[in-house]
């Protein structure tokens, strides 16, 4: 049962557009959700953080939203780089119980076009 | 520096062997994870601990065992009884939720090849 989905496996992007990664997720109880950047043979690096209470969150370049009655959370970059590229992983977890358990999505491979 | 270091970054195990992979924090985190990750899977949650001398299985925990005697570490044995060994090994660790919202830190990983 994956509570944590990521849809699209790919997205390619003109540099200098807006890049759009969606995550849905089924567990109404997720509070607090995140969003990773992997490069191949490394450990994922975290971008950015939404809580349940917000439904937006700027960072630079990156902006998370949360839509918590679609149960889904998307990561907007804007203006994409060609660094971008890279394979981007959504997280989740909820408070209380096993009160640090993140669950991952299974990636969306961003490419950037120059 | 404040970091997560995994040992070592790549490792080969002939078949029926146990191997253990390190992981080490000084981040003062109470919190560590294993995760794998295979080709379009993403990450999957083998252990993780919340405190020292106590952990709890993942999703995947079947062929794996973990210790937390330390807090600064959490080694992961990879057991003959895992049937499909061969994957990426990612640490990680974060501070206690019930303190601090925030983000989990990842090691480099460890690539595991079972020959």
Not at chain 1, 63 to 79: G, R
Not at chain 2, 67 to 83: G, I, N
């Amino acid at each position: 049962d994956q509570q944590v989905k990521q849809n699209s496996p790919s997205l390619s992007v003109q540099e200098g557009r807006i890049s759009i990664l969606n995550c849905d997720y089924t567990n109404s109880m997720f509070d607090y959700f995140l969003w990773y950047k992997k490069y191949p043979a490394e450990g994922p690096t975290f971008l950015i953080s939404i809580s349940s209470i917000k439904d937006k969150n700027e960072d630079g370049r990156f902006t998370v939203f949360l839509n918590k009655s679609a149960k889904h959370l998307s990561l907007h970059i804007v203006p994409s780089q060609p660094g971008d590229s890279a394979v981007y992983f959504c997280a989740a977890s909820a408070y209380g119980g096993a009160t640090n358990k993140l669950i991952f999505g299974t990636g969306t491979l961003l490419a950037v076009q120059p | 520096d404040g970091g997560i270091t995994q040992s070592p970054k790549y490792l080969f195990r002939k078949e029926g062997q146990n191997v253990t992979l390190s992981c080490e924090q000084n981040l003062n985190h109470d919190a560590m994870y294993w995760y794998r990750q295979d080709p379009g899977q993403g990450l999957r949650l083998i252990y993780y601990s919340q405190i020292v001398n106590d952990f709890q299985k993942g999703d995947i925990a079947e062929g794996y065992s973990v210790s937390r005697e330390k807090k600064e570490s959490f080694p992961l044995t990879v057991t003959s009884a895992q049937k499909n060994p061969t994957a990426f090994y990612l640490c990680a660790s974060s501070q206690d939720r019930r303190i601090l919202n925030t983000e989990a830190f990842f090691g480099q990983g460890t690539r595991l090849t079972v020959v």
